[in-house]
T-cell receptor, first 113, second 113 residues
Framework: EAGVTQSPTHLIKTRGQQATLRCSPI?????VYWYQQALGLGLQFLLW???????NRGNFPPRFSGRQFPNYSSELNVNALELEDSALYLC????????????FGSGTRLTVV | GESVGLHLPTLSVQEGDNSIINCAYS??????FIWYKQESGKGPQFIID?????DKRQGQRVTVLLNKTVKHLSLQIAATQPGDSAVYFC????????????FGKGTSLLVTP
């Protein structure tokens, strides 16, 4: 079975631009979670989507947004990029049965210059 | 501030020795904790979890201990192997957010031959 796939693997943007990151969950998983992992830090919860709806978000400004499509794939959009947005963005999907069914992708490395 | 933190940023052990990685949390209402392993270039991988109604749980070569009195948990790895070299994170369920997690900053485990 294919795991959680994220694209692109690397993305370089200029300050002020917009970035779009994509995530395809494991087949059958309806929930998608986004995390930001800045260098040397732990993962910070960004957004949770389930059944096409945003269910909760972490302590991030509104320029971090996203959506979930009918096939449960998801996009994370970051507007008005700042240098501090440079990080590894990880997506996880869940089958709702607990952490053993909670699987992370390998992430998108976003660099803002 | 961060509610989940790790005591040591790095840990070096010899192959075959046992490893102990510690984690403190500050939210006494936290009821679910998970340990993750993250290898370079990959997303976090589930190791073991524990609920607050337990104080110990064992897996294959790993044991998690939870001390709710002092809000501390630890991950013990028996007979540490070179393949165990990675960054280890403890995480707690955020609550009201499905399986969204609050992660600590991580401990880097280096296994030397």
């Amino acid at each position: 079975e294919a795991g959680v796939t994220q694209s692109p693997t690397h993305l370089i943007k200029t300050r002020g631009q917009q970035a779009t990151l994509r995530c395809s969950p494991i087949s059958g998983h309806t929930s998608v979670y986004w995390y930001q992992q800045a260098l040397g830090l732990g993962l910070q919860f960004l957004l949770w989507y389930d059944e096409g709806e945003e269910r909760n978000r972490g302590n991030f400004p509104p320029r971090f947004s996203g959506r979930q499509f009918p096939n449960y794939s998801s996009e994370l959009n970051v507007n008005a990029l700042e240098l501090e947005d440079s990080a590894l963005y990880l997506c996880a999907s869940s089958d709702g049965r607990g952490s053993e069914g909670y699987t992370f992708g390998s992430g998108t490395r976003l660099t803002v210059v | 501030g961060e509610s989940v933190g790790l005591h040591l940023p790095t840990l070096s052990v010899q192959e075959g020795d046992n490893s102990i990685i510690n984690c403190a949390y500050s939210n006494s209402a936290s009821d679910y904790f998970i340990w993750y392993k993250q290898e370079s270039g990959k997303g976090p991988q589930f190791i073991i979890d524990i609920r607050s109604n337990m104080d110990k749980r064992q897996g294959q070569r790993v044991t998690v201990l939870l001390n709710k009195t002092v809000k501390h948990l630890s991950l013990q790895i028996a007979a540490t192997q070179p393949g165990d070299s990675a960054v280890y994170f403890c995480a707690e369920n955020i609550g009201n957010s499905g399986y969204a997690l609050n992660f600590g900053k991580g401990t880097s485990l280096l296994v030397t031959p």
